[in-house]
């Protein structure tokens, strides 16, 4: 009989809920939920999380129902996150919650809209969208009697803190590490000159299969480039060439999703067949041992890695750098530094709440307010509020 993954047991070297380092504030554990499960719980249930869905990838959320948001990115992230999971035998609860997470630091409007608020926090501490999950988790989401946060395991913090690898490979890497998380208490017991767990890897490798995969389906779908000109690319020209040829009549939407579907399979199973690689020339006992290591265990092979790097680059000259998308984030980067800058001249015109924890215009403290406060915008909120406030009409 076939065994499925999904009846595989727990190796030796997944992430143990039942050995799990604890959290900030000690709980009574659950008897129906292990610790990463509850995690992920929170972090579903949490209103960061639920914003993710006003907030873009590329294009502006107002631009089409179609087009991924961080929310719908979050949820597909996961389920590959949750698939690679299981097949190597990692704690799926954890890879999910930490795929889940990764991005509910973001602020409104991509990754121009962190450039525009990283820029106007430099004099105050600067900004990190993953810094700022870390920020959300510990201490910005107030729903809990007992603790700020969500007083999630140390194993989640630590996946969060480390979505990207070590971050100090160097002594004085320490001075440059961002504020958010050097504000966190007993932030140097996450370990950061040490590589994260096993599904802390996962995730981050599922994020760059899925993020790869959905630029193309949302640049297809957008017309920012044609299949002709993404089948240029090697990699991609493979994938639609294998579609034609197992349907020779099929339509081109259809096309699109068999050949996206094609290279997702395709990126997961070089994933796999590269980790059991190092899985066994490493032996880890642990994830622990995981932990410890001189490189990731979770990886692409060097052959994909080349594969991959075409098509980077043509993602970079015709989407990220299309003109219609300057055109957009370059409204989107003024919508968010004016925003920051009105506020930081005249914080009295915050919302109540934060505008009595304010100390006066251009302080730290004020800037950091103001930081949160945009940071947690969607895309229609912010735009909304800078028409209220840069427009004579805005209130009429």
């Not at 992920?40 to 089409?64: P, W, Y």
């Not at 109540?352 to 940071?375: F, K, M, Q, S």
Request: net charge negative; proline share 5%.
């Amino acid at each position: 009989m076939t065994v499925f993954p999904a009846h595989r047991r727990r190796a030796a070297y997944a992430s143990d809920p039942e050995n799990c380092r604890g959290r900030a504030i000690s709980q009574p554990s659950s008897s129906e939920r292990s610790p990463f499960q509850r995690d992920k719980d929170r972090i579903i249930h949490s209103s960061a999380f639920r914003r993710l869905k006003g907030k873009t990838q590329v294009f502006v959320a107002h631009e089409g129902d179609y087009y991924r948001t961080r929310l719908t990115h979050s949820l597909e992230v996961s389920q590959i996150a949750r698939s690679i999971a299981r097949v190597l035998g990692l704690d799926e609860d954890l890879a999910e919650c930490l795929a889940l997470a990764h991005d509910m630091g973001h602020p409104p409007f991509g990754h121009s809209g962190e450039d525009a608020l990283a820029d106007c926090m430099k004099p105050y501490g600067g900004f990190d969208h993953n810094a700022q999950t870390l920020r959300i988790v510990t201490e910005l989401e107030g729903r809990y009697a007992e603790f700020d946060g969500l007083n999630l395991t140390w194993e989640t913090l630590e996946g969060i803190a480390k979505h990207n690898g070590p971050l100090v490979i160097k002594p004085s890497d320490v001075d440059n590490l961002p504020w958010a998380l050097k504000a966190i208490p007993n932030w140097e017991g996450l370990e950061l000159d040490t590589f994260a767990g096993p599904e802390a890897q996962v995730a981050a490798l599922a994020d760059d299969i899925a993020y790869n995969n959905h630029d193309i389906d949302d640049g297809l779908q957008s017309g920012l480039f044609t299949i002709d000109d993404v089948a240029e690319v090697p990699l991609v020209g493979r994938a639609f060439a294998d579609v034609r040829k197992r349907y020779p009549d099929i339509s081109r939407s259809r096309l699109i999703h068999e050949a996206v579907r094609d290279l997702i399979g395709y990126m997961v199973a070089d994933v796999l067949a590269e980790t059991r690689e190092r899985l066994a020339a490493e032996d880890p006992k642990s994830a622990a041992d995981i932990r410890a290591l001189s490189r990731p265990i979770c990886d692409f092979s060097e052959s994909f890695r080349q594969e991959e790097a075409p098509l980077r680059s043509f993602l970079y000259d015709n989407m990220y750098r299309h003109y219609k998308v300057n055109r957009m984030m370059g409204q989107a980067r003024r919508v968010v530094s004016e925003l920051f800058e009105l506020f930081i001249a005249d914080p009295d015109i915050l919302p109540t709440e934060l505008r009595v924890r304010c100390n006066g215009p251009h302080t730290p403290e004020t800037a950091r307010i103001i930081c949160d406060h945009i940071a947690g915008m969607t895309d229609s909120f912010a735009i909304s509020e800078h028409r209220k406030l840069f427009t004579v009409a805005g209130y009429l």
